[in-house]
């Protein structure tokens, strides 16, 4: 389903959002605060049109989704415009099982992929243990408006919008009607907070955007090291 929709995904995500998706990734970025020489990856990063904003400081950026179709448009557009040389790199994977070390980056963030995952518990899992002590995790994701009724009213209008909208610009409509769905079905604001607590992580705060259209869940690794008895991974570090 990503694959058909990756030439045109971008542009149906702007179209769709009315522009403000521009607006959510730079909030996401000031939020992400990567420095010189840091680490981020970027989970569910489509064409990676989010990761680049990760790499301006100076830090490496590792873009992993599990669509080699979107991966692909991705790594074409940046050779054709030749940016982010050794800054910003492509890498297949499964949030469900991340194919880096144990504490690898320094920042792990998802923007609207983590509803896409069959288990968001082992997912925020798999996330905390790639992640450094001390070091941050940002998700970005839809959420659901205050209100019973109004958040009613929104989901119907999904239901039926995007769709429709869809059907003008894309090859693959019927990914953006299991997009209304899944929004519909996600937890609320403070439900996700407390998965992502449970998950291990610490700190956890949250912030509405547009009206609570989009919610941004923020945390951090605690500063303790990862017990000396437990099986190291196998994996590659990050980028490597």
């Given at each position: ?48 049109t989010s990761s680049r904003a990760f790499t301006t400081s100076g830090a490496r950026c590792v873009a992993c989704d599990f669509s ?20 910003l790199s492509f890498v297949a994977g499964d949030a469900l099982a991340l194919p880096f070390a144990d504490q690898a980056v320094d ?134």
């Amino acid at each position: 389903m990503f694959d058909a929709v990756a030439e045109r995904y971008d542009l149906l995500n702007d179209v769709l959002s009315l522009g403000q998706d521009r607006r959510w990734r730079s909030i996401v970025a000031r939020l992400v605060a990567a420095r010189a020489g840091d680490v981020v990856l970027d989970i569910a990063a489509g064409t990676g049109t989010s990761s680049r904003a990760f790499t301006t400081s100076g830090a490496r950026c590792v873009a992993c989704d599990f669509s080699l179709g979107m991966l692909g448009v991705g790594a074409a557009r940046q050779a054709a415009q030749a940016t982010d040389a050794g800054q910003l790199s492509f890498v297949a994977g499964d949030a469900l099982a991340l194919p880096f070390a144990d504490q690898a980056v320094d920042v792990v963030t998802i923007s609207f992929g983590l509803r896409n995952v069959s288990d968001t518990g082992a997912a925020l899992a798999e996330m905390l243990r790639v992640t450094r002590p001390g070091g941050r995790l940002v998700i970005c994701e839809f959420s659901h408006l205050p209100g019973r009724w109004l958040d009613s009213v929104y989901q119907g209008y999904l239901a039926r919008a995007l769709p429709m909208v869809a059907r003008r610009l894309s090859p693959n409509a019927e990914a953006y009607s299991y997009l209304a769905e899944s929004i519909r079905d996600w937890p609320g604001q403070q439900e996700l907070a407390d998965k992502i607590a449970e998950a291990g992580w610490s700190a956890v705060s949250y912030r509405n955007l547009t009206l609570g259209v989009i919610a941004v869940h923020v945390a951090r690794r605690p500063a303790w090291k990862l017990d000396p008895n437990r099986p190291r991974s196998g994996r590659h570090p990050a980028g490597g």
